[in-house]
């Protein structure tokens, strides 16, 4: 396979220094996935909205770099990435929509290139396919153009097995191995130990197979991306062994714990299943969800026919153990945890879906086009189903944030000032508040810095309805906000 690869990448070298047309030609190959790319960005921007708000994570990277609040408390399993991707808009607007284009058009150009790398391994209209499997998931479509870091690791990770094929086939392509070393800094840049996850099979492939020179650039390119993480945890949270604790007890101790089940709750449109309660979602939004691993499956199968059984193999291995975590070492689920193994699926899952549209008896090759057509046109409408249904949701909930800043600010709680309590962190944001809390993962202040803080600036407690508030704000005003009550002070308007 190596030697296969290898006489394809070289010839594909030289075609372009003999021929003037073969930039053309290279041209006319990427179209496919040029157009998968472009309508990826542009089903972002049509389906998911450009003014949907800032959620809970998203106001916490955001305000990192933005002029418009004071940053929100960074927990331990935080890394920077998010924060200085989003810094170009995000450090001198406040806009979300100009945010959110921003977000889209990169995550489309990401894509791109990380199909892009796969050149020569793959025919093109698998790449293509293999980017319209993965783009037309609702996660996908969600998390695309959002200030989010799972995106960026899985389309990372696309592109660092690419790469490192690529330069395990042929020592003198040198653009592979500035990709591996990009991809790998990209993914870890985002989320470190995610990072390390998805490149366990090319750690292992790298000290055993003895490819030197593609695991050292792999190293270094994962260093690159979080020394910065590892710097902080010195500066910041006590040490790297402390914040790596820090880091398991926020996600609820990292252990033994099959979240299958979990996973599959929240593929309804749960952004966030945790506690992971409640009914299965319909069968039919569940279904892609085990026809993807039966691909994966075949997927061997049809290598062995196309001689392409190490690269295809490898992608399957990376998924694995990115999804691995996810699948069996926390307690609560998320889909969007899955897109780096769902990015590394999509390849090998078209490989085996077009393979099965070319039965040998053309007779019955019709028939087996339109059921694969059949299938995927089913299955883009339950991911379009579901997408519409959370995109609906996430900003009902959004604009409820909203409108508890607008209230805050009739009543005197204007910036600079104190949020604590109920969902404080993203309410704070949208007020242009400091956040704090003195309990649980989030907690940075006591209630004696909270009482002196309030009596210098504007300060407000959210407490559920129903609930007792704190007993340093009993005496504080109050005013009803749908399923909260506002407890608040003004010291200007108290003096």
Known sequence: MAGSAHTTLGGTGREHVRRPSGRTRGLRTEAPIAAVAAAFTLAQLLLVRPGMGLGWDETVYVSQVSAHAPAAFFSAPRSR?????????????????????????????????ALRAWRGLFPVRVLALAGALFASLWVTLFYGPQAMPNYWVAVGALAVVACFLRARADRADRAALWGLAASAALMAWMRPMDAVWAVLPLLALGLVRGHRRALCVLLAGLAAGAVEWVIEAYTGYGGLGRR??????????????VAVVDQLRSLGGRTLCRPCTGALPDPVFLLWWFVLPLLAVLAPAVALRTRRTAVTALPLLCAATAAFPYLFLIGYAAP???LPAYALLAVPAADALLTLTAVPRRSRRPLAVALVCLGLAAHLAVQLAVLVHTVHGTTAAHRAWSRTAGTLHRLGVRPPCLLTGHEAIPVAFYTGCSSAATGGHNANSTEDGIVRTA????????????ARPPGYARHWASAPLGDVRLY???PEADS
């Open 244 to 257: 790596l604790s820090d880091a398991s007890a926020i996600q609820g101790g990292l252990g033994w714990h």
């Open 488 to 490: 608040y002070v003004v």
């Open 455 to 466: 009596r210098r600036i504007p300060a407000a407690v959210l407490v559920p309805a129903g």
């Open 336 to 338: 969007r945890f899955l």
């Open 81 to 113: 990435g998010v924060s200085l991707l989003v810094a170009p808009i995000a450090s001198w607007s406040s806009s979300t929509a100009l945010l959110r284009i921003y977000l889209a058009v990169l995550s489309g150009l990401a894509l791109y290139l």
